[in-house]
């Protein structure tokens, strides 16, 4: 008789099995970086330290050049003071959660309701800064086993308050402008942008929800896997290229999470048709340049110690991506640039276009896409020459 318990849950794009393990953050590609020689090499060390340090040689090639550089890391600079902040005991936000500096009250300051402490939570996110904001169970199937150390290169344990119920997920968008130029190491403004708007953002949140009372862990990569979580708390659908795609800015988007004990309804994963496109469209795999995002249908097959085990997906190879990072000296994000659900949907045209892809047209929309050069990537100097122009038009 046949299994039926490996079928891809419609809602969520992935299915979880019998022989589902937890994730351990030591496996983190990331982590491996630190202590696993096959993973942590001389390009690994000269592309963290161009995070880091002043380059003595800047590359000349278009997208790579000193300016492109100096701007990507100052983007990434709020990120880094905090994670940076406890070193080396903690790296926050992206081994350990953002430290929170001030306790709250004993008094608890209770919501009228879960539904009101939802709205309230949301609208103050939105407040602080957030683009997109759900909300979902506390569920420790995505919670890591354990933390990985940077001072000891070993595991530790990834503590967290008891009776956690709720995690908060914000989602920051990133400029759209910036991800059209990938790769380059200008593209990856977009991300450092995108972290170190979340640590402020998850701060601010965190600390509310601490001053009413509650428990609150602001975490950016650290403690769990955001990505079920982020597809849980409705914000967007799990697609081929290993991200969430949401209707308001396709996979331009960066996740963050607060766990709470504060009493909050919770949303559902909502459907967008992510899926079925996805059948019909292997674009990223196509662009990408490692060969890390898969042609074929979502498989249980874990590729590497850094795969999820025992859930049926479309699975990246985490190594095979960061070893192109290593060779590029900046992250990549080919496979949100190219991707057709990556659009300005502040345009009419481009809303109409999700609209229609989400049905049976999306063959239809695909090839439109295809047809009007969508992906297409912007040259890094044709965005330099745009920034100039704002300022010689401005003065
Ligand atoms: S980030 Fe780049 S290398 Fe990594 S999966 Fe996407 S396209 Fe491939
Ligand atoms: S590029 Fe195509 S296949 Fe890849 S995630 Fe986007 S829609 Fe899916």
Request: net charge neutral.
């Amino acid at each position: 008789m046949a299994d039926n318990r490996d079928r891809i849950d419609k809602l969520r794009g992935y299915a979880v099995l019998d022989d589902f393990e937890r994730f351990s953050a030591v496996n983190d590609v990331f982590s491996r970086s630190w202590w696993d020689d096959t993973i942590k090499t001389p390009g690994s060390e000269r592309f963290y330290a161009t995070y880091r340090r002043p380059l003595t040689q800047w590359r000349k090639a278009n997208g790579f050049t000193q300016r492109d550089y100096a701007l990507r890391n100052a983007a990434w600079h709020v990120s880094d003071v905090f994670t940076e902040m406890h070193e080396p005991e903690r790296r926050d936000g992206f081994l350990d959660p953002l430290s929170m500096l001030r306790d709250g009250p004993e008094d608890v300051l209770a919501p009228e309701s879960p539904e009101v402490g939802a709205a309230e939570t949301k609208r103050i996110a939105k407040l602080f800064g957030a683009d997109m904001v759900g909300i979902t169970a506390f569920d420790e199937r995505w919670v890591y086993t354990e933390r990985f150390s940077a001072d000891t290169g070993k595991a530790k344990a990834n503590d967290l308050p008891e009776g956690l119920t709720s995690v908060i997920v914000i989602g920051q968008a990133m400029d759209a402008d910036l991800i059209q130029t990938a790769p380059s190491a200008l593209s990856g403004t977009a991300t450092g942008l995108g972290y170190s708007q979340d640590a402020a953002v998850l701060l601010g949140i965190a600390q509310y929800i601490n001053n009413l009372g509650y428990v609150a862990v602001p975490s950016m990569n650290d403690t769990a896997l955001a990505i079920p979580l982020a597809i849980e708390a409705g914000l967007g659908e799990y697609a081929r290229n290993g991200l969430v795609i949401t209707a308001e800015h396709g996979a331009r988007v960066r996740f963050g999470k607060i766990f709470t004990n504060m009493p909050l309804a919770h949303d559902k994963p909502k459907r967008l048709g992510v899926r079925e496109f996805c059948e019909q469209c292997d674009r990223c795999a196509q662009a990408c340049p490692a060969r890390a995002i898969p042609h074929n249908g979502p498989t249980p097959v874990a590729l590497n110690r850094s795969s999820l085990v025992g859930v049926k997906k479309w699975s990246v190879d985490g190594e095979a991506c960061f070893g192109y990072w290593t060779k590029i000296n900046s992250d990549c994000a080919i496979c949100v640039r190219v991707c057709p659900w990556t659009r300005d949907y502040t345009k009419a045209w481009n809303r109409l276009w999700g609209r229609l892809a989400a049905t049976p047209l999306r063959g239809l929309m695909l090839k439109l896409d295809d047809r009007l050069g969508g992906g297409k990537r912007l040259k890094p100097k044709a965005w330099w020459a745009d920034a100039r122009g704002s300022a010689s038009s401005a003065t």
